[in-house]
Structures are given as C-alpha cells and as structure tokens.
C-alpha cells in the first residue's frame, strides 16, 4: 500500500471502436430472404447497400427491434492484454495492447434449420435447444462466414513477418419466448498466413513468429502493492474472408482464442438509452462507453473537491460517472428497443456512434436476448419474466419507519422514547452495531464478527422482545466478509477462524487467506462457490434469528479480487460479477427455508416473516434479492454522489428490474478533514426525509461519522419533521402494498421515472432526478437543491387527467405545461391524479393524521 495516489486518475484505456466492411457470398446468399425465427419473429436479409440483416416482431413486422448497418461488419474481435487496477474495492479495466484485430467480416451462409437431427455444427450446442425450448419445433438461424483483417502492425513488419489471419464465426438467432429472441455469436480458432519478408529466410521468419505466439500465450502478473495486473491473451485476429484471399504464404494453426468478440448493430442519432442496472449519474447514455462492472461507486464520484481529495486518500476511491454497485448488461431505449447480455464476462456498451451501437464483452463468445414490447412497462415485464422479479415485502417492513441508529441498548431505549412521545409509526429499530463497534480513521467501524456484542448491547434478547411486544421488529447487519478478531476483547466465536479452518475462505496464489484491504482493516472473504459455505453462513443466520431479529442488512459483494483463486476453479473476474448473486441466493435461501420450518403462529403470521436488503447487485439479482438500498451517497446536494444522485439510482434500477430500491436519508459518508469538510446539515437531512417518505422503505442512517451529522433526534425541529413524514409514509401504505403485489407479478418499480408512463413526451425522456412517479398515480417533485423553496413541474404529455396539489387544492390541466410550484421545508411539491381513487384515499389518510 506503498504509492502515490493520483487525486485525477486517467481514464483507463479501452478497445476503440472497431468498424469494418462486410463481404456477401453473392453464390450462396439470395437477394433477398424473409425468415421465420421461431414462431413470433422474422428475419430480413437485404444485399441492398451491400447487405444487412433486420428481425421483427410478427404483431408488428415493419419496425424493426434489431438491424445491422447495410454493407459494415457487424462481427468482429480481437485479441488484446487485460491490466486491472483494485483498491479496496474500485477497480479499473484497462485494454494494455491490442495485438490483433479482425475488423472485416464475410457472409457465406444463412441457414434456417427446422430439423436437428441430421444437423451437425461446431462450436454451436443445439442440444438445449431440443430439450430446455419450448419452441423446440420452430425455426432457428443460423449465420455464418469469416471474419479477417489485412491491417499490419509496424512492430510486425519490423520483425520481418507480414501477417494476416482469419477465423469462422457463427451467429444464432432461436426463440426463447413470445416476446424474447435469443442469440449466440461464437468466434472459432485463428488461422496466421506468414509472409515472409524478402530479405528474411523462412527460418527465421518462423522462429521469430514462434517466440512472438509464445509471447502472447504467457499470462504475467506481479504485485505492485495498491494494485496488480493481469495479463490473459487468449485470442488473435487479422483476417481474410476466404483462403484465395491470403495467398500461398503458410497457414499456421495455434490454440490461441479471441478475447475480445464485439457486435455492432444500428441505432438512431435521437434514440435515448436508460437503464444499465443502478446508475448514479446520468438517465440516458447515449454518447458514452458503459462499463459493466460491480464496484464500489466511489466517494464523489467526479464531484469536486471531494473526489479531489478521497483519491489523496486511497486510490481511485472517488470513482467516475460510471462507478456503481449495481450494474446490469441491460438497456430500454426510447424506441421501445432493448436487449441485454447473459453470463458475466466484463463487457462495454459503447454508444458513442450516433448510428450505432457496439458490444464488447471480454471472451470468444458473447449471448444473450433481444427483446419486444411495446411500452417501456412491457418491456420491463418480459425482462423481469426471464431474469426472476422479488418476492412480496413483508407488510411490517412498509408500514412505518425504519429507525436506523447506534450506540448500545440504553441509548436505544432512550431514543425509542422519544418517538413514542412524538407519535412516530415505527416498523423496525435497525441496530447495524449490535456486533460492536471500534473507532478507524474513517469514523466509527464495526467488528466483522457477527455476533451480538452484550458489552454495547446488555439484555439484547430483553430489547427484542419488548420492541416486539409493540410490534417493533429488530433489524441488524452483516456481510461477506470477516475480519481478524485478535484485539476484539468480549468475543465469544471468532468466525474468521471457524472459516479458515473450514477452509471456505477466498484464497490468493499461494493457497493462503486472500485478506483483501477494505477501508481501515484488511478481512477474508467467504467463498461462495464453496459447497461447505451456504450452510455454515445460514446457521450463523439462524442464531440471529432464533434471538428474534426478522430483518438484516446483507452489505458488501462487490469486492471480490480479480486475482483470488476460487473452490470451483472458475475465471475470477468473470465470478467477480456473480458473487454478489451468490451473496443473495444464500440470504434468500435461509429465508425461505426458514419460514418453510416454522410452526404454529410463526409460520401464519405475516408479522413474522423476515427480510435482508443489499446493495451489490448484477443483472440477476432481483430474482435473488428482496430489497436494495443505493449504498453509500455523500451527506451533499451534489449531483454525482449526493441527493441527486439518489434519486437517479432510483429511477435507473427500477428501469432494469430492481422494483423495490431506497436510500439512507440524509446519505452516509462524512468527511471531515481540514481543508475538505462534509458534514450533514439539517437542511439537507429535511429535504431527504420529504423524498424517502415516498420510497419503498423508509430508513434513516447516522453515517459513518455520526457525531459530525444533523440526526433525527437532534433536536425539536428534526423530530417533528421526522415524525411528520413518517406519517406522510404511513398514508399512502394502501397504495404501497398494491404496488409492492404487482412488482412482484410483473416487475414493475414502485417508483418510476415518468418515462414509464409517458415515453412520447420529449421533456420526460430528458429529464433525470427532477421529478418521479410512485406507481402511476403520485407525482413526486423533491426539493434537491440547498436553499431554494420551489421547484418546476412538468405535467407531461400524454396524461387525460388533471393533477392536484396535495397542499393548496390547486389542480393542473394542460399537458406538457411547466409551472414553478411553492415547495418550503414541510410542503414538498407533491400531486395526485384528480378524480383518482389512490389520490383520494391518499388525501383523506393525511387528514386522519393531521397532516392537512
């Protein structure tokens, strides 16, 4: 941990944006083909303008949901060295050197199979398709040609060898579901032409191509202390569509792969891209590299001077714009097209073209869907039918406020009295230092030991039960990790130990504990491809709950080390975006097998039922987890890494299938240095109490300096405030369950961005944090910025019903207008659909609570 951290970081290098032209076998292709895939879509192939491929939806087979560009290649790859940079967490991908690149691309077969028994094709597995489809009878396509280059790089001819190559692909296109076409693109093996040079004889020219691939077959890596490196080289590309092409010099065959395999496709210069799983920063891609990656998100994130000053710090923790917990190869666009990818190889979505879009996604092979709907709710639900949606919340969670805080049974208790005097409807205390708590210099730590600590929390199983007496659950916390336990004096397991001895612990190169650096203390990591773990990690679980605690905070995995050595054997930086799905499944899994164990009263009563939360996460994690909350946002009005930035992640993950998402109120990371101050102010802490008040949960959270902060409790002001949104949360709990039963059914957010609803409405389809919906009957327009008392409210297109003022009456009727609207501290600009059941029963409950 010996460096110099760089306060502005360089962006890490990338492959460029490969672009080639695209050759047609005019002998063995027709002019035209209209093709049937499955039983719902076609295919179009054109050698108009040099050829393009088109497939549509047979309810609407003039728009197309996915076309290549006529006359460019649409397959390409390459083959290049892999560096990654980690630091506790944040993790940077660079592309080192490419050595070869396959730009150019040839057609030489479309092939519609209807039979496969007397089918035979490499590389391409058709057996799944015959028994896990149930469009097993339908057409499948199936493309394929060569991909080739003639490019020559100058470090190549100064070694006396001119060199191209080329290599077979296959592209397959088969029916997953009604409204889902699958596809698979497939790059075979290299094949090297060796030109030797005049002046050079053919001797030497082999010998010096042989140290040349011997060159490229060797993985290098080293420690550099802060950060390591990694170098695969599994793939080549120079290419030629066919053997006439590439003259009579020699063909060398090698077992070297592609590991860059890349599909470039059309797309409209004014067509918007949302989604990309939970980002912070922006709502629509379009013009930029999307990196797929779980990681820290980083503390700033490209807002100054705190990225400035948390690079100083330790590298690369600031993050950029792209940096996020929960990322997903996923997209909607404004032209009700989408598409994501399967597996979890890093990938990029590079939309910088205006009239196209490339994927680039490291391996020899890439998979994945296109998808039809035709509302961005439709898409959503297709989406989430394949990749799994949550389960029901438990009604407890969503019917008062979560009241997240520290210090220790007595202070609990006294704090516990307070809301009781300021009437405040609570669901849950979420106790996270109820393993204990030690001071680092990033602020108050807890022991990674999980178990509860009865010096801080004396009589824990007395607290329980009496905040369960007036229906107050307990909720705590823990993780994947676990720390050495050496200094921790009141300990009564030490689970690091346990673990190492069982041998379920990641491990480094040389067999031993991987003990990854995490902010002040280095921990192990639980390794959740080990068969022996899931249980060992559940019964920990079941002694928590056996106290009586129904809810937990499952944090952190997102970090696993790209250079650690897994039980399963598998390619770590490919698990590295799985691991976080495992951290889910096992919670999940506990859950589930618990209540299938209970009897009597804890097996009927909905009151009983458990929950964990998260907030690492990948394209599949909503089938996995319960709940999420957005991790750790700076105590600031910032737009990168504040309150802004909360409501972004909000509306971007609802947007990819995580239906049920909030954040801390009042955010979480403090800093305190002598030049660089962040502290909580009251203001903010308000404001983000109006806006969490009409999320899925609401939770509030001390941060990690909690002395520095403005807190609920601090004062009058803040606990009447605190107790007045919490009713406002109460009053709309009808409409929350409803939602919370269709998210569940069809994997729709709760809280939606008003693109959901109103696509067609250009003002929407550029909007960002400005404003949301909650289901399709609230429209909610936060106060963001420090200072200000009014907001501007677009009513967008497409709505036939007025929208009424909670606070004043006042309605709104024209579509598309813009008002400014009064919002001070207490009054949020919030609306309901006039005439709207929700909005009335809405309305009257905030009467009964005296809120109107």
């Known amino acids: 941990h010996r460096h110099l951290n760089n306060p502005f970081p360089s962006t ?22 209209n093709s049937p895939l499955g039983k719902d879509f076609q295919l179009l192939w054109s050698t108009q303008n040099g050829g393009y491929l088109s497939i549509s939806h047979l309810s609407h087979p003039s728009k197309s949901l996915w076309s290549t560009i006529p006359g460019q290649a649409f397959i390409s790859a390459a083959m290049a060295e892999t560096e990654v940079e980690e630091s506790r967490g944040s993790f940077a991908i660079k592309d080192r050197d490419v050595h070869l690149v396959c730009d150019h691309q040839s057609i030489e077969n479309i092939i519609l199979i209807n039979q496969f028994d007397d089918f035979q094709l490499d590389y391409l597995d058709l057996d799944h398709l015959k028994t896990n489809s149930k469009f097993a009878d339908s057409p499948v396509l199936i493309i394929t040609g060569h991909i080739f280059s003639k490019r020559t790089k100058k470090w190549l001819q100064s070694s006396s060898i001119y060199r191209s190559a080329s290599a077979r692909y296959w592209v397959l296109f088969d029916q997953k579901e009604n409204n889902q076409i699958g596809f698979k693109v497939k790059i075979g093996q290299p094949k090297f032409q060796l030109h030797h040079h005049p002046k ?71 067509e918007r891209f949302f989604g990309f799983g939970e980002q912070f920063s922006h709502m629509d891609f379009k013009g930029k590299r999307v990196p797929i990656f779980v990681q820290e998100q980083g503390i700033g994130r490209g807002d100054q001077p705190i990225t400035f000053a948390a690079n100083l710090v330790s590298y690369r923790a600031g993050g950029d714009w792209s940096t996020t917990y929960a990322p997903s190869p996923f997209y909607m666009t404004s032209k009700m097209r989408s598409l994501y990818l399967e ?11 205006h009239d196209r879009v490339q994927l680039q996604i490291h391996g020899n092979a890439m998979q994945g869907r296109i998808l039809h709907g035709n509302s961005p709710l439709e898409i959503i639900e297709h989406f989430t039918e394949a990749i799994g949606r949550p389960p029901e919340l438990p009604e407890w969670l969503i019917s008062g406020a979560v009241v997240g805080m520290q210090g220790g049974t007595e202070t609990v208790r006294r704090v ?15 106790l996270q230092d109820w393993v204990g708590q030690r001071e680092t210099f990033i602020g108050s730590q807890l022991w990674w030991n999980w178990e509860v600590d009865v010096t801080r929390y004396p009589g824990w199983q007395q607290l329980v039960k009496d905040l369960s007496k007036h229906h107050i659950k307990v909720m705590t916390y823990c993780n994947p990790c676990l720390a050495l336990m050496d200094e ?96 889910a499944q096992i919670n999940r899994e506990f859950v589930e097998e618990w209540k299938s164990h209970c009897t009597g009263k804890e097996r009927e009563d909905p009151q009983e039922d458990l929950v964990f939360f998260m907030r690492a996460g990948f394209r599949d994690s909503p089938k996995w987890g319960m709940l999420f909350w957005e991790g750790d946002q700076m105590v600031s009005w910032q737009a990168n890494d504040g309150i802004k930035s909360s409501v972004v992640a909000l509306l971007s993950s609802g947007l990819s299938g995580y239906a049920f998402n909030h954040s801390d109120i009042g955010g979480y990371c403090t800093m305190n240095l002598p030049f660089v101050r962040y502290c909580r102010t009251e203001e903010l802490l308000l404001r983000w109490m109006e806006l969490n008040a009409f999320t899925i949960v609401f939770r509030t959270h001390e941060g990690n300096k909690p002395w520095c902060n403005s807190q609920f409790y601090s004062n009058d002001k803040t606990l009447s405030h605190f107790a007045r949104f919490a009713k406002v949360y109460k009053a709309w709990k009808f409409y929350r369950v409803e939602l919370v039963k269709e998210a569940a059914r069809k994997g729709s957010p709760v809280c939606r961005h ?10 929407v389809q550029s909007s960002s944090y400005e404003q949301f919906l909650v289901g399709s009957e609230i429209l909610v327009v936060p106060v963001l910025h420090k200072g200000k008392k009014n907001v501007k409210v677009h009513f967008p297109v497409g709505e036939t019903c007025s929208w009424q003022h909670i606070w004043t009456g006042k309605t709104y009727q024209k579509q598309g207008c813009q008002a400014w609207v009064e919002a001070p501290l207490g009054y949020p600009a919030v609306f309901v659909k006039v005439g709207s059941i929700v909005g009335e029963t809405f309305l009257r409950n905030l009467k009964n609570f005296d809120i109107l």
């Not at 080549?236 to 860059?260: D, Y």
């Not at 809301?419 to 205390?429: D, E, G, H, Q």
């Not at 008003?754 to 067609?760: E, S, T, V």
């Open 12 to 33: 890490p290098t990338s492959l460029p944006f490969i672009q080639g032209n695209l050759f047609i076998n005019s002998q063995t292709l027709p002019p035209n083909q």
């Open 200 to 270: 050079a004889s053919p001797s030497t020219s082999l010998g010096r191509y042989r140290r040349l691939r011997r060159k490229l077959r060797r993985q290098r890596k080293w420690k550099l202390g802060w950060c390591w490196f990694l170098t695969r080289t599994k793939g080549l590309s120079i290419n030629s569509s066919s053997e006439e092409e590439l003259g009579e010099s020699n063909v060398v065959e090698t077992a070297l792969e592609f590991n860059r395999v890349c599909l470039t496709y059309a797309s409209e210069r004014n």
């Open 343 to 353: 597996g979890y190889n890093y990938s990029v979505f590079d939309l910088t073209q």
């Open 416 to 430: 516990w009295d307070k809301l009781r005097t300021y009437k405040v409807p609570i669901s849950a205390f979420w």
């Open 488 to 583: 921790k004096p009141n300990k009564r397991r030490n689970l690091f130990e346990e673990a190492k001895e069982l041998d379920i612990l990641v491990k480094d190169d040389r067999g031993e504990p991987y003990m990854v650096p995490n902010t002040a203390f280095d921990v192990g990591m639980l390794d959740l491809t080990h068969p022996f773990t899931a249980n060992w990690f559940k019964q920990i679980l079941q002694e928590m709950v056996d106290d009586g605690v129904r809810g937990w905070m499952a944090d952190f995995g997102e970090g696993l080390p790209v250079d650690a050595v897994l039980y399963s054997g598998e390619d770590p930086i490919a698990a590295h975006n799985r691991y976080p799905e495992l951290w």
């Open 754 to 763: 008003l693109f959901l609803h109103y696509p067609n409405d250009e003002r």
